[in-house]
């Protein structure tokens, strides 16, 4: 099983930062990309930004030049740092992974989601 855990929520002020780290464990796995998502009260779950084993990256229209993800494939890891943090980008914010993995002598996709980590910005 590949499994992802999240870190790095919490409360800040309006025009702060925060960083949300997101690792991936597992055995014999391989991810093609890595994404966040996010959803707020009321409201269906969005993508935020997602990065490819490759680098190519692609932003919600709403955190472009605000949030920035990045990734380090040795760690299996992604990060999201949000910047000029804004009441509106309150919600609870998921991370995902889909790739490959072995699993009864076969290669399967996989996609995972983790439990998710609450961003809240107070304005």
């Known amino acids: 099983q590949v499994q992802v855990v999240e870190s790095g929520g919490g409360l800040v002020q309006a025009g702060g930062s925060l960083r949300l780290s997101c690792a991936a464990s597992?055995?014999?796995?391989?991810?093609?990309?890595m994404g966040w998502y996010r959803q707020a009260p009321g409201k269906q779950r969005e993508l935020v930004a997602v990065?490819?084993?490759?680098?190519?990256?692609n932003y919600a229209d709403s955190v472009k030049g605000r949030f920035t993800i990045s990734r380090d494939n040795a760690k299996n890891t992604v990060y999201l740092q949000m910047n000029s943090l804004k009441p509106e980008d309150t919600a609870d914010y998921y991370c995902?992974?889909?790739?490959?993995?072995?699993?009864?002598?076969?290669?399967?996709?996989?996609?995972?989601w983790g439990q998710g980590t609450l961003v809240t910005v107070s304005s």
């Open positions: 597992g055995t014999t796995f391989s991810i093609n990309a």
């Open positions: 995902n992974a889909h790739g490959v993995r072995l699993s009864g002598g076969r290669y399967r996709n996989f996609e995972v």
């Open positions: 990065i490819s084993s490759g680098g190519s990256t």
